[in-house]
C-alpha cells in the first residue's frame, strides 16, 4: 500500500508569506496525488490533484508538481491569506484507496 | 448543495451501547468510504464499499461495521463502543477509478461516555 511523509506543523505565517508543505509517498503502483484541505469546522475538500508524471495541479493559488523521480507532491502558494488557515493532507491514491499523510496545520496571521 | 450528508453532525453515546452513523449522498457514485479520523490525526480508512461489494481493511477492528441498503446510503455500526473510538467519522464517495477524486461528508462527531 500506499505512505505518505508529510512536513509537521504547526506553521504559522504572516499574511503575503510564502507556503511550502513537502510531502513525499511511497507506493507500489503509480498513484494519483491529491492535496486536501480542511477548514476550522468543516470536512474535507479536494484543493488540487495531478494524475501523471511531471502534471501540475493548481487552484486557489497554490500548485503542486507530481515528481516521480523523487515521488514528492510538495504544495506551495506565492501569497497566503488568512482564509488558508487550514489542515492540509498529502494523499496519494492506488486504485482505490486514498492515503492520508499526518495533515499540516496552516495558520496565517493578518 | 450537500451532495454527502452525514447525520447527525454530533453524536453522543455510552460506553458499550451500539450506535449508527449514517451517510447519503445525491452524486450516484458507485464506491462509498468509511474513515475515521481522531484528533490531530490523519483519517484513517475503515472499508470501502464498491457498488454491493464490501471491503475491510485488514487492521478495521471487528466491532465496526457496515451496511450499504441501496447506493445512496451507507450506514457505520459499531456494535459495542469504547472510549478508544471516539472521533470524527468522515463519509466519502467517488466514481470507479484510482484517478477520481473522493467527496467528502462533513463528518460525525462520536463521543463515548
Known amino acids: ?110 | 448543495d450537500a451532495m454527502v450528508i452525514q447525520n447527525p453532525r454530533y453524536q453522543v453515546t455510552q460506553f458499550g451501547k451500539p450506535v449508527t452513523l449514517s451517510c447519503s449522498q445525491t452524486l450516484n457514485h458507485n464506491v462509498m468510504y468509511w474513515y475515521q479520523q481522531k484528533s490531530s490525526q490523519a483519517p484513517k480508512l475503515l472499508f470501502h464499499y464498491y457498488d454491493k461489494d464490501f471491503n475491510n481493511e485488514a487492521d478495521t477492528p471487528d466491532n465496526f461495521q457496515s451496511r450499504r441498503p441501496n447506493t445512496s446510503f451507507c450506514f457505520l455500526d459499531i456494535r459495542s463502543p469504547g472510549l478508544g473510538d471516539a472521533a470524527m467519522y468522515l463519509c466519502a464517495t467517488s466514481r470507479a477509478g484510482g484517478r477520481e477524486k473522493l467527496f467528502f461528508g462533513s463528518g460525525t462527531q462520536l463521543s463515548v461516555l
Open chain 1, 1 to 110: 500500500g500506499n505512505s505518505v511523509t508529510q512536513m509537521e506543523g504547526p506553521v504559522t505565517l504572516s499574511e503575503e508569506a510564502f507556503l511550502t508543505i513537502n510531502c513525499t509517498y511511497t507506493a507500489t503502483g503509480y498513484p494519483s496525488l491529491f492535496w486536501y484541505v480542511q477548514y476550522p469546522g468543516e470536512g474535507l475538500q479536494l484543493l488540487l490533484k495531478a494524475t501523471k508524471a511531471d502534471d501540475k495541479g493548481s487552484n486557489k493559488g497554490f500548485e503542486a508538481t507530481y515528481r516521480k523521480e523523487t515521488t514528492s507532491f510538495h504544495l506551495e502558494k506565492g501569497s497566503v491569506q488568512v482564509s488558508d488557515s487550514a489542515v492540509y493532507f498529502c494523499a496519494p491514491r492506488d486504485d482505490y484507496k486514498l492515503s492520508f499523510g499526518a495533515g499540516t496545520t496552516v495558520t496565517v496571521r493578518a
